[in-house]
């Protein structure tokens, strides 16, 4: 049976990655911590670090990749703009930039900050679901998650509450 106090651990697994917004990697360190000391007292801490830790990964990834689109990206929009020969004779190349060139960089600029803001308003809300979720005594999977660390198949287990709402 899953006691009050595992359940609130494993929801504080989740909301320890919101200390990214205070300390850098925080969104690492902290789930990591409470993970690692408290896993064997029960499944659901198991099952929460476990999430939590490969929600934070798939999203390192995402942003990568998108880092990985953006800047190559980016740099060829205005490098490709400058003739060859004018960078060879040291020539001033502000005068290669116009309106129709700015266009593009400026639309994939605001493209990649959409994207960005999505990615992390989409990680806020999910973290403060799974910490309501796993509160309650439910095993949240995060969606979009390359599972990294293997969860086990753990079922939650019914308390007599969740049993007398049924």
């Given at each position: 049976?899953?006691?009050?106090?595992?359940?609130?651990?494993?929801?504080?697994?989740?909301?320890?990655?919101?200390?990214?917004?205070?300390?850098?990697?925080?969104?690492?360190?902290?789930?990591?911590?409470?993970?690692?000391s408290a896993k064997k007292e029960g499944?659901?801490?198991?099952?929460?670090?476990?999430?939590?830790?490969?929600?934070?990964?798939?999203?390192?990834?995402?942003?990568?990749?998108?880092?990985?689109?953006?800047?190559?990206?980016?740099?060829?929009?205005?490098?490709?703009?400058?003739?060859?020969?004018?960078?060879?004779?040291?020539?001033?190349?502000?005068?290669?930039?116009?309106?129709?060139?700015?266009?593009?960089?400026?639309?994939?600029?605001?493209?990649?900050?959409?994207?960005?803001?999505?990615?992390?308003?989409?990680?806020?809300?999910l973290i403060i679901y799974a910490s309501?979720?796993?509160?309650?005594?439910?095993?949240?999977?995060?969606?979009?998650?390359?599972n990294f660390l293997k969860t086990n198949?753990?079922?939650?287990?019914?308390?007599?509450?969740?049993?007398?709402?049924?």
């Amino acid at each position: 049976m899953t006691t009050s106090n595992q359940k609130t651990t494993g929801a504080l697994t989740h909301l320890s990655a919101l200390s990214q917004y205070f300390i850098p990697f925080g969104n690492f360190i902290f789930p990591i911590i409470i993970w690692s000391s408290a896993k064997k007292e029960g499944d659901i801490i198991d099952h929460s670090g476990k999430q939590c830790i490969n929600f934070q990964l798939s999203l390192l990834l995402y942003s990568l990749i998108l880092a990985m689109i953006a800047i190559p990206t980016f740099i060829y929009s205005v490098v490709g703009n400058i003739p060859f020969e004018a960078i060879l004779n040291e020539e001033n190349v502000e005068q290669y930039f116009n309106i129709d060139n700015i266009t593009g960089i400026l639309a994939l600029g605001i493209t990649i900050i959409f994207l960005f803001s999505v990615l992390k308003i989409a990680e806020f809300v999910l973290i403060i679901y799974a910490s309501v979720k796993t509160a309650n005594g439910e095993f949240y999977r995060y969606p979009f998650t390359i599972n990294f660390l293997k969860t086990n198949n753990v079922q939650p287990e019914l308390d007599l509450a969740t049993e007398a709402k049924s």
